[in-house]
């Protein structure tokens, strides 16, 4: 459903309130309303009416259509697909801003949203680096699903590690102790990274590789 995007900042500024307060009031997350606002699409009507009672006025002056699928167009042929089916791109310094993506503070908004059928995935990026040449190449996009359950680690697998400093894509293997892991470079000439698990502060598998090589 698209919204009036201009109208409801209005109305949040008029209640003296900030888009976390709104997220809160609605019981999503902070990152989950910015994305809404920044798409302009509001994928539950449930939640648009009780947006319209935090803001004392009526949900029809919330919305612009009552319409949540949007045309898309691949060789030719036109497609629909609901708005909750678009997947965030941010475009990252790999050494700033993360900790706004896996805390959902919502201060990060997605540089735009894209449509992969079929993909399950919490975001993409761009990945910048050599590390993991062929596999993976500089200027390729990555799309990550963060993994919720730490207790149990994909060896083998292609991740990407968020921690205080850092974003870390390697492959997980298994550390000299219980309490480690090792993130691994397909190049020799790289050394392996030993970690503490509880350096992690978020930790995500990397789905899907959509080739974008950069000179």
Known sequence: MKINKELIKLLIKKKSLKQKDVAQKLDVSPQDFNNWMFRGIFPHYNKLEKLAEILDTE????????????PFTIYGKKLSFNSDELIPF?????????????????????????????????????????GMEPQLENGDWIALRRVSDLSF???????????????IVRTLKKGTN???????SNKKSIDDIELNKKAIKALYVIVSIVKRNLI
């Open 59 to 70: 949900v029809t002056e919330l919305h612009i259509e009552n319409n949540i699928s949007e």
């Open 90 to 130: 941010y475009e990252l310094d790999q050494h700033v801003g993360l900790s706004a993506i896996w805390n959902n503070d919502g201060s990060l908004a997605p540089k735009d949203f894209i449509y992969l059928p079929g993909l399950n995935a919490s975001f993409l990026m761009t990945y910048y680096g050599s």
């Open 178 to 184: 219980e309490r480690n892991i090792r993130l691994c």
């Open 153 to 167: 680690f994909n060896y083998g697998s292609l991740h990407a590690i968020a921690t205080k400093e850092q974003i």
